[in-house]
């Protein structure tokens, strides 16, 4: 078999970092492939506590490098995709004992004012007599500060990075797992396995001049198993959960508590109808596809919330669960809480060895500036093509301005009357000016074809399955939507059926064009 390079880079994750470093590497003219071994943000990138924020935490530990570039990065990710990102204000109690008020006050200060702050509103004090935010909490409060971050739809922001890199003629295969890797006359000979659900087991091998691995947790697996590095070490595992729970208040802010331990943790609205609190920091062992919340955590979370809230969280209020594990660069911090969030990249090959760039911990919230630095590697190493493009580029639906999501939304609305502000809005919400794509010429529910449960309809499985590699009921459910928390068992079976049905004929018209969904 003639081999010959044809790839530029292929990248191996479709993570947000191995999305973002796709999707701004095919903007630039580079040919790339990306595989993914299951579904696109099934790794940790649709388990986090999905904020785009600078960390105020991290100043306890000095990190003002990763806290000044991801206070920055918040309004232009904000801008590149209104509908998925927007501004949320937090609440932090101050509690007798903990963190002194002027402490917190001088970090909220920095944190207002070392990253670039235009549009997101300044932190202010909160007399907890008076102020709303009180009134689900413990009557123990005199004083809160309010600040500013932004919340994200994790698993969106990859997907449309995926869908945009797909756009710009990157290849994105999703269930298709890297099993080897090796170095051939000055290029990589990359083994794929196709693990598609519906479809029969397949090899395949491709060329590509550069490997990327932003494997995520796996990363020093694929370096051990796929590109043959035996003593691979460079991640610490650490371990997160969250609990969600039937809607604990009314107030649109969340809070963030602080906990005699010295952690702390966010009570977030989440899905309109529910309260997300997380997270927990703990190492972990073992096979990252394997992480679940431990009892233990779920008995932290419980506790730490009720330490705040007047009704207590208990377990019987949890309506669900998840847990992602962080593939933090190992630093030899003593505690997982302490390891750096900070990531790094580290290039190895070049100069007729075919090089390989290795992608180290980062942040959601820091994902876009990894990927233009980790293009700055790809030029130095593989010849530079275009320039940086991405902070003024909107992400797919995201084409309107940061603070015209109401206007659009009432576009929408106007557009089209029957659907009611609920699902308006959650359609908004979730593809932005897409949503026009999926509603086509209807103008009433029958046009959109059968209804799943809740306003669930085809026409919208159908964009999934066609533009978004959405294969299984999972990926529908949990990841493109979070509909999973609404619909019942016997509702998601019928998705379940339906997909097989249709994502079958879809993955076999992707492998016969070659460039991925749509
Ligand atoms: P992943 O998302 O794990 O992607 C790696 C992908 O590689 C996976 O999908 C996997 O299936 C694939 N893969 C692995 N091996 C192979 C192979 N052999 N072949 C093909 N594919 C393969 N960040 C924030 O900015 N804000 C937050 O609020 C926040 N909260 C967090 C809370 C928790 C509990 C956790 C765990 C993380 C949080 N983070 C947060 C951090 C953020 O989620 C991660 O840094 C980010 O998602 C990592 O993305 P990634 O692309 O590197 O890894």
Same mark, same amino acid.
């Given at each position: 078999?003639?081999?010959?390079?044809?790839?530029?880079? %292929?990248?191996?994750? &479709?993570?947000?970092?191995?999305?973002?470093?796709?999707?701004?590497?095919?903007?630039?003219?580079?040919?790339?492939?990306?595989?993914?071994?299951?579904?696109?943000?099934?790794?940790?990138?649709? +388990?986090?506590?999905?904020?785009?924020?600078?960390?105020?935490?991290?100043?306890?530990?000095?990190?003002?490098?990763?806290?000044?570039?991801?206070?920055?990065?918040?309004?232009?990710?904000?801008?590149?995709?209104?509908? $998925?990102?927007?501004?949320?204000?937090?609440?932090?109690?101050?509690?007798?004992?903990?963190? /002194?008020?002027? !402490?917190?006050?001088?970090?909220?200060? !920095?944190?207002?004012?070392?990253?670039?702050?235009?549009?997101?509103?300044?932190?202010?004090?909160?007399?907890?007599?008076?102020?709303?935010?009180?009134?689900?909490?413990?009557?123990?409060?005199?004083?809160?500060?309010?600040?500013?971050?932004?919340?994200?739809?994790?698993?969106? !922001?990859?997907?449309?990075?995926?869908?945009?890199?797909?756009?710009?003629?990157?290849?994105?295969?999703?269930?298709?797992?890297?099993? &080897?890797? =090796?170095?051939?006359?000055?290029?990589?000979? $990359?083994?794929?396995?196709?693990?598609?659900?519906?479809?029969?087991?397949? =090899?395949?091998?491709?060329?590509?001049?550069?490997?990327?691995?932003?494997?995520?947790?796996?990363?020093?697996?694929?370096?051990?198993?796929?590109?043959?590095?035996?003593?691979?070490?460079?991640?610490?595992?650490?371990?997160?959960?969250?609990?969600?729970?039937?809607?604990?208040?009314?107030?649109?802010?969340?809070?963030? %508590? /602080?906990?005699?331990?010295?952690?702390?943790?966010?009570?977030?609205?989440?899905?309109?109808? %529910?309260?997300?609190?997380?997270?927990?920091?703990?190492?972990?062992?073992?096979?990252?596809?394997?992480?679940?919340?431990?009892?233990?955590?779920?008995?932290?979370?419980?506790?730490?919330?009720?330490?705040? %809230?007047?009704?207590?969280?208990?377990?019987?209020? $949890?309506?669900?669960?998840?847990?992602?594990?962080?593939?933090?660069?190992?630093?030899?911090?003593?505690?997982? /809480?302490?390891?750096?969030?900070?990531?790094?990249?580290?290039?190895? &090959?070049?100069?007729?060895?075919?090089?390989?760039?290795?992608?180290?911990?980062?942040?959601?919230?820091?994902?876009?500036?990894?990927?233009?630095?980790?293009?700055? =590697?790809?030029?130095?190493?593989?010849?530079?093509?275009?320039?940086?493009?991405?902070?003024?580029?909107?992400?797919?639906?995201?084409?309107?301005?940061?603070?015209?999501?109401?206007?659009?939304?009432?576009?929408?609305?106007?557009?089209?009357?029957?659907?009611?502000?609920?699902?308006?809005?959650?359609?908004?919400?979730?593809?932005?000016?897409?949503?026009?794509?999926?509603?086509?010429?209807?103008?009433?529910?029958?046009?959109?074809?059968?209804?799943?449960?809740?306003?669930?309809?085809?026409?919208?499985?159908?964009?999934?399955?066609?533009? =978004?590699?959405?294969?299984?009921?999972?990926?529908?459910?949990?990841?493109?939507? +979070?509909?999973?928390?609404?619909?019942?068992?016997?509702?998601?079976?019928?998705?379940?059926?339906?997909?097989?049905?249709?994502?079958?004929?879809?993955?076999?018209?992707?492998?016969?064009?070659?460039?991925?969904?749509?």
């Amino acid at each position: 078999m003639q081999v010959r390079p044809v790839y530029d880079v %292929f990248v191996i994750g &479709g993570g947000v970092n191995g999305c973002g470093i796709a999707r701004d590497a095919a903007g630039r003219g580079y040919q790339v492939f990306l595989a993914e071994m299951n579904d696109l943000a099934s790794g940790t990138s649709s +388990k986090a506590t999905k904020l785009i924020h600078g960390g105020l935490r991290y100043l306890e530990y000095y990190e003002f490098r990763l806290v000044r570039e991801a206070l920055k990065e918040r309004e232009v990710l904000w801008r590149m995709a209104p509908h $998925i990102i927007w501004p949320l204000r937090f609440v932090l109690p101050c509690t007798p004992g903990l963190r /002194q008020p002027w !402490l917190l006050r001088l970090g909220l200060f !920095l944190y207002d004012h070392i990253g670039g702050r235009h549009l997101l509103p300044g932190t202010k004090t909160l007399d907890m007599k008076g102020d709303p935010a009180a009134r689900p909490l413990k009557p123990v409060f005199s004083r809160a500060f309010e600040y500013s971050d932004c919340w994200v739809n994790d698993a969106r !922001l990859v997907v449309l990075n995926a869908r945009d890199a797909a756009d710009h003629g990157s290849v994105i295969r999703t269930r298709t797992r890297v099993t &080897g890797a =090796e170095r051939r006359e000055g290029v990589w000979r $990359i083994t794929l396995s196709n693990e598609h659900p519906h479809g029969a087991p397949a =090899e395949e091998v491709v060329e590509a001049r550069l490997l990327v691995n932003a494997s995520g947790p796996w990363v020093d697996e694929v370096l051990r198993n796929a590109v043959g590095r035996n003593t691979a070490h460079n991640v610490r595992l650490v371990e997160g959960g969250h609990i969600v729970v039937r809607r604990k208040y009314d107030d649109p802010r969340a809070y963030l %508590f /602080q906990n005699r331990d010295g952690r702390i943790v966010f009570a977030i609205p989440y899905e309109r109808d %529910f309260t997300l609190i997380g997270t927990t920091d703990r190492d972990y062992e073992g096979d990252p596809s394997d992480v679940a919340i431990a009892d233990e955590e779920i008995d932290y979370l419980c506790g730490a919330a009720s330490e705040y %809230f007047a009704e207590p969280v208990r377990r019987e209020d $949890i309506v669900s669960t998840y847990a992602g594990v962080r593939p933090l660069f190992d630093d030899h911090a003593s505690k997982a /809480q302490e390891a750096t969030r900070d990531y790094v990249l580290k290039a190895d &090959g070049g100069e007729g060895k075919a090089p390989i760039l290795n992608i180290f911990g980062g942040k959601l919230t820091t994902y876009r500036r990894l990927a233009e630095h980790a293009l700055e =590697e790809i030029g130095r190493l593989i010849g530079e093509k275009g320039a940086a493009w991405t902070a003024d580029a909107p992400l797919p639906g995201g084409e309107f301005a940061a603070t015209a999501f109401a206007d659009e939304l009432r576009r929408l609305r106007d557009d089209y009357p029957f659907l009611s502000p609920r699902h308006a809005e959650r359609l908004f919400r979730l593809y932005g000016r897409t949503a026009s794509t999926i509603l086509g010429k209807a103008t009433s529910h029958d046009d959109l074809g059968r209804l799943f449960g809740h306003d669930l309809y085809e026409a919208e499985l159908r964009h999934l399955v066609a533009r =978004e590699w959405a294969i299984t009921a999972e990926d529908v459910l949990w990841r493109r939507t +979070k509909l999973g928390l609404v619909l019942d068992d016997s509702e998601k079976d019928e998705v379940a059926e339906w997909l097989c049905e249709h994502a079958a004929g879809a993955e076999k018209e992707m492998h016969r064009h070659g460039t991925g969904a749509g």
